[in-house]
């Protein structure tokens, strides 16, 4: 077999697996493979306004897996912000990094920076993703943060996001503080910077955020 050919296979391995939501390979050449692929794919994703550090993020109503009705503003008086992360369960990088949310949540949250998952794909387009499958991966992650979803899809299109997972780390006061990737190691075996963390303590410190934003490697969202 052709070195073209093995690599023209592996190409269209991933780009099912992203489309299917199967496990993603254990490369990282393969993460960049797949972020090429999802790349080449722009009807998959809406086109929506980006917001700048500094924007004042909209503020939203969604409904959780245990049936409450959530907005940042209703929980900012306990919070110092929030870690809203844009994710799924079928993406192959969101389930890679599914147990690293939880650990950041666990740890942040007691910083007063708790994660606000919201699940933005068209349900008909990934029927894993719709609420009924989004309370199973609670129960069976025992997943402790907010899990939301953006049914009419009208959210994402209003933070810019693209991808999941993609992070927007607010303040109180839905200032956007920093955007992007969680850290620089989609793999997880060999994480250097936890983007997310430092930018937090940064805050926390008074201290520069720096880097403020950190492009995330993800599935492209699924749009209706």
Do not use: W
């Not at 607010?170 to 989609?186: E, F, Q, V």
Request: charged residues 25%.
């Amino acid at each position: 077999m052709t070195l073209r050919t093995i690599t023209l296979c592996a190409l269209a391995a991933f780009s099912f697996a992203c489309d299917s939501g199967e496990t993603a390979p254990e490369t990282v050449e393969a993460a960049e493979t797949a972020a090429a692929v999802v790349d080449a794919a722009p009807s998959a994703v809406v086109a929506t306004p980006k917001l700048n550090i500094g924007d004042t993020a909209p503020d939203f109503a969604l409904t959780g897996t245990d049936g409450g009705t959530y907005s940042l503003d209703g929980m900012k008086d306990e919070n110092q912000g929030f870690i809203v992360t844009f994710t799924c369960n079928t993406c192959p990088y969101a389930v890679k990094y599914e147990d690293r949310i939880i650990q950041l949540h666990q740890e942040m949250a007691a910083k007063g920076f708790p994660v606000v998952a919201i699940q933005p794909n068209d349900v008909a387009i990934k029927p894993g993703d719709n609420m009924e499958a989004m309370q199973q991966r609670v129960a069976d992650k025992e997943i402790p943060y907010l899990y939301l979803l953006d049914a009419e899809q009208s959210v994402y299109p209003a933070y810019g996001a693209t991808r999941t997972p993609e992070i927007f780390l607010l303040d109180k006061g839905r200032t956007l503080l920093y955007h992007g990737a969680i850290d620089d190691d989609y793999e997880g075996e060999d994480v250097s910077v936890s983007y997310v963390k430092s930018a937090i303590d940064a805050h926390l410190s008074g201290k520069e955020i720096d880097p403020v934003d950190v492009k995330a490697v993800g599935c492209t969202i699924k749009a209706k």
